[in-house]
């Protein structure tokens, strides 16, 4: 653990600081190997603008690599990326804490309702120490759905003109999963957000579906348009959708 601790990050200290005004994000002959020499993303020409943009594609195709890379915990050997990312991670302290790292001006009743919209409200008003209820290492564990939803929580805090969500590999409780697409969709015009689709269940509602194979993306497009002209995606799609 100390040796991951004591790691200087790979990505150079004096970047100036980035304010995201539009949200379009601009990958240019991106190329990128964990390893050096196994390219795990292949010349990636990609733009994403505004709206709901759901990244599909089999498992290892690197769809999680393009967003590790989006958010800068690796920088790619080839290519540009022109756009920043913020990290949503919770941590241990009180649950009002964690919330309003998002936004520190927020007042008590904007609090309130960022957390009904993401439908955590009443679990927070549920404990004994409701909203000042430590979480974390030292505190409470919270289940992967209420920490999703406290996520959600704070990114409508936050207001931020980009999100990034990596959709649970396991399956999501059907509170979450309705709090995550009720958001999105009231969010579709406002705001360049991305999923990474693992599990599809937010295909239906994506303007743009960028489909990654072998760290290629192979097409783009509405998930009508896709499933007429890939047959691999049209596989996937329906093997996801006889397990659901
Ligand atoms: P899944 O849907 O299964 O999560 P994915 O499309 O998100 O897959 P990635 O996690 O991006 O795929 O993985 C792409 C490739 O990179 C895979 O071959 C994987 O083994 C490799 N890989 C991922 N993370 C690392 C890492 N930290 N170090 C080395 N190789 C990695």
């Given amino acids: 653990m100390y040796e991951i601790l004591d790691k200087k990050p790979k990505i150079k200290d004096g970047d100036k600081e980035f304010k995201i005004k539009d949200g379009l994000i601009e990958f ?3 190329s990128f190997s964990y390893n050096g020499s196994d390219y795990v993303l292949k010349d990636i020409n990609l733009k994403i603008g505004r709206g709901i943009n759901a990244i599909v594609g ?9 967003i590790n890379i989006l958010l800068r915990f690796y920088e790619p050997q080839k290519g540009e990326i022109f756009i920043d990312g913020e990290d949503i991670f919770l941590f241990s302290d009180t649950i009002l804490e964690n919330l309003k790292f998002a936004n520190p001006s927020a007042n008590i009743d904007e609090i309130r309702i960022a957390c009904e919209k993401a439908k955590i409200l009443d679990f927070i008003e549920g404990l004994p120490d409701k909203f000042n209820t430590k979480i974390g290492e ?3 564990k ?4 209420e920490r999703q939803r406290l996520s959600i929580a704070r990114a409508i805090l936050k207001d931020a003109p980009i999100l990034i969500l990596d959709e649970a590999t396991s399956q999501l409780d059907s509170l979450t999963e309705n709090a995550i697409k009720e958001f999105l969709l009231e969010n579709e015009n406002k705001k360049t957000i991305i999923v990474i689709a693992h599990r599809l269940s937010t295909i239906n509602i994506a303007d743009k579906i960028i489909l990654i194979e072998d760290g290629k993306i192979i097409g783009e497009g509405t998930h009508k348009e896709l499933y007429e002209n890939y047959e691999i995606y049209k596989e996937l799609y329906n093997s996801q959708f006889i397990k659901v």
């Fill in 28 to 30: 240019k002959n991106v």
């Fill in 58 to 66: 089999p498992s290892g195709a690197g769809k999680s690599t393009l």
């Fill in 138 to 140: 030292r505190g409470l």
């Fill in 142 to 145: 919270i289940s992967g759905g």
